[in-house]
């Protein structure tokens, strides 16, 4: 066991826990978070995504002791008590169905619209491979995403005029 | 392990009423305001549930008692109280709107408790797609007994007769006027109704009020927002899998690696090093590993050296090798053959008689979240935290797997995975309940991905003959169906001799479940048919990986799939239209009562006509152009099916890449006609995500296995439905979508499944329009289909 020190979501924790346990089980059982879920502990399906340096990793293999930036999970993204454009297309388009996988699916978003702001619908779908979602809600969640590209979009137009 | 967690305040209500160790509504009675009025965020949660988790025991919510599913609070909100639990498909928001319907209360302020044993009235929890067709009954009758009882209270404190009175929102006025009015937290906020429902059973439950004419709903209809989306989008809903209690441990199981194998010996010393150690637990088959924290968990069932006896025979045959191992096994059971006229005699005389075979493998339930369930045993009794679909069939289970007193068994319903069918949350309670008992401390259990796909129940693989005969005309005459499951004991829910733990530990049923095989739904008038059914098993029966339970629409997809291509095939033989040949079967079908022969037809009408089809036989003129030059091959398909009073039609656009075997749905339509319908958005995401799912049953998913084990074990080798399969269209017609259509008696029917069953039928026969190769065996993945189309020189 030694000690760890992790940044998430803007404030600064310390875990006393084996070096080698992957991230995910830190930010759960040790920090109490909630957003990044265990799906498959093998990296192949996204549902324990959280952001380092605003990069997607999958907190189920990377050790913790590796990680040195700031991580943002699913709790995190609201700013100021105002949900992420993503959060809030995912209620205005009802996107979920059990939503176990959600946390990946808004983190993998995240992450690609933050390289991305306006993907092509082939580059979501690109984008999104690795996000799997086993209630099938692949089809509301790439609307979603698109509804956040144009809404964004159209503020942009706007504030240009 | 400090952590702090916020309980959902569901379940810290629920706790908080339970601490009274009598019952809920004695408490209610003799502290109603104040529980009521405690602040939930202001009391500390793990308080509560250390408190709660002590007391008991837990008897039966009296569903003949009016208190029991509704609660008034003095705020002027309702809390209902419902046996049921929501896979996701917005189910306990229909609930809420259905209830709130006959209270006469906004839906803002109403709040909903599903499938917690010991506070919800038993209404069996999910399955059947149920939710709304059976289930919302008694939810509405008791909601109109509350708002007829509120009424004579009004009546009484107003001092006005009752044709004189209003209600909206709860309140109640004497006609328009403001200053007589009294509201429902007036009259009987925070105190029990004290009135007593009938019912011979839970669905049968009601007062001496009647319900609303479908016409004077107002909620009912409109696409209400679902209440559990936001929280589980901002990460703040507890689920199952995030419950943690003081002293809580961590389990792992540690599976046979051969199915059939039998434990020799477990060398202890092999895990002596890991860190907190809790103990290695074993029973027969059965193995697990305990300890303090979850890393060290897995590490240890990892690390752990067992000794296993391989089995005395295979278990299975490879599954390359099933379908040929099921058309020749002998049937376990075949069912007497469904008749109508003279099948033998009309193929006798048919002008031309067409014969296919198909085949459908194991498929699985493979939830994104694999099983998990943490189990309390403090001070005698066992409350068990679970997503299971079925919490009461879990508590029954359990107490009786213990040998425990019902009373002294409760499962707290939480939001989880996907369960849709017989699924490994019901098998990991039994585990941590299990391990609860034997450590004396709260165990949580996680399956691990590789025990999930590898060990969850299947939905059974199928083989079938069809044949058919046409006459001259090219109508159909004749019909024969001979369908074979491996569905040799099946599952039932929370059975707690065939549960996997009760398997591994050598209990056994005294007689294993016969299994189904199922015949088609079928309302196509065809004068001479047979349908025959067997059934049949593998070596291996107990103890196996390839155990069968339900998975959506237990045998629907497969049936469907064999028998709605093969009509297509028969359309093709008749060079009819596909759509037309359908139309003309449905049209000379006998009505039923459930009238689907005019819903079916409306059904296969709308489809057709939000698509565009236009009418001509399968397949297309066959592109004559070189692969190269013309890679892309476009067709569409159809298929329609029902399921029980549900009434679906679908159509499948695809694009099938000659040079790559690839099958894109570019495009799906459903025409879904499932009765009175509540929330028209909420039903087309679950229609829309059904149909996505048969999909990835269409595209993907087969389980597979060697002849010791299965090697299905995560996403590289059980593939699934991605993003980039997705349709760049689906339209979902609500052909029955009005609230008011005129007929105010409209039931509602299921909608969970319906939608999922004529998909991968749908799929095949739009690749067949598009190459002219019939594809009789999913899933249709690239290699199968490549060298389908380069068999045919497509």
Known sequence: ?161 | MSATFEFPKAVVEAALQTVNPTSRRDFLKSSGALVLSVGVNSFPASKAFAQAGGTGPYPDPDFRQLDTWIVIHPDNTATFFVGKTDGGQGTGTAFRQLMCDELDIAYADTRLVMGHTDITPDQGGSGGSDAIERDGWPMRRVAAEARRVLLELAAERLDAPLAALEVRDATISVGSDSTRSITYAQLIGGQRFDVALTGSDVNATRGLADIKPVDALRVVGQSVQRYDIPPKVDGSLTWAVDMRLPGMVHARNVRPPLAGATLRGIDAASIADIPGLVKVVSRGNYVAVVCEREEHAMRAARQLQVDWAPPPQAPFPASAALFDYMRGATPTSSSEPIRRGNPEAAFETAHRVIEAEYAVPFQGHTAIGPAHALADPSEGQMTIYSNDMKTYGLRNGVAKFLDMPRERVRVVYMDGPQVYGRTAADDVGFEAAFLARELGRPVRVQWMRDEETAWDTKGPAYTFKLRGGLDTEGRVIALDYDARAADYNHLWYNDPDTVLIAQLMGRRSAAPFAGFASAPAVLYAVPHQRMATHVVRLPLIWETPLRTGNLRDPNGPQVTFAFESFIDELAAGAQVDPVQLRLDMLAASPEDDRFLRARSLAAVRAAAAAYGWDPRPSPQLRNTKSRAADPILTGRGIAYTYRIGTVVATIAEVEVDRRTGRVWVKRLVCAHDCGLVVNPEGLRNTVECGMLHALSRALWEEVQFDTEKVTSVDWLTHPSLRHSDTPASIEVVIVNGDPNPGRPDLPPYGAGEASHKPVIAAVANAVYDATGVRLRRPPFRKERVLAALQAAAV
């Not at chain 1, 909630?34 to 959280?50: D, E, I, N």
């Not at chain 1, 306006?118 to 509301?140: K, S, V």
């Open chain 1, 1 to 161: 066991m030694s000690l760890l020190t992790l940044r998430v979501n803007g404030a600064t924790h310390e875990a006393d826990v084996d070096p080698a346990t992957p991230l995910l089980y830190v930010l759960r059982n040790d920090l109490g978070l909630r957003g990044p879920r265990f799906g498959c502990g093998l990296a192949q399906c996204g549902t324990c995504t959280v952001l380092v340096d605003g990069a997607a990793i999958r907190s189920c293999v990377v050790p913790a002791a590796q990680i040195s930036g700031e991580i943002t999970t699913l709790e995190g993204l609201a700013k100021n008590g105002e949900l992420d454009p993503l959060q809030q297309a995912w209620i205005d388009e009802q996107v979920p169905q059990c939503g176990y996988c959600h946390n990946g699916q808004i983190m993998n978003a995240r992450a690609l619209l933050d390289r991305n702001p306006n993907p092509t619908d082939a580059e979501i779908r690109q984008g999104m491979e690795g996000a799997l979602c086993r209630c099938m809600t692949y089809y509301r969640v790439q609307a979603a995403i698109k509804r956040v590209v144009r809404e964004a979009q159209a503020r942009a137009e706007a504030s240009a005029e």
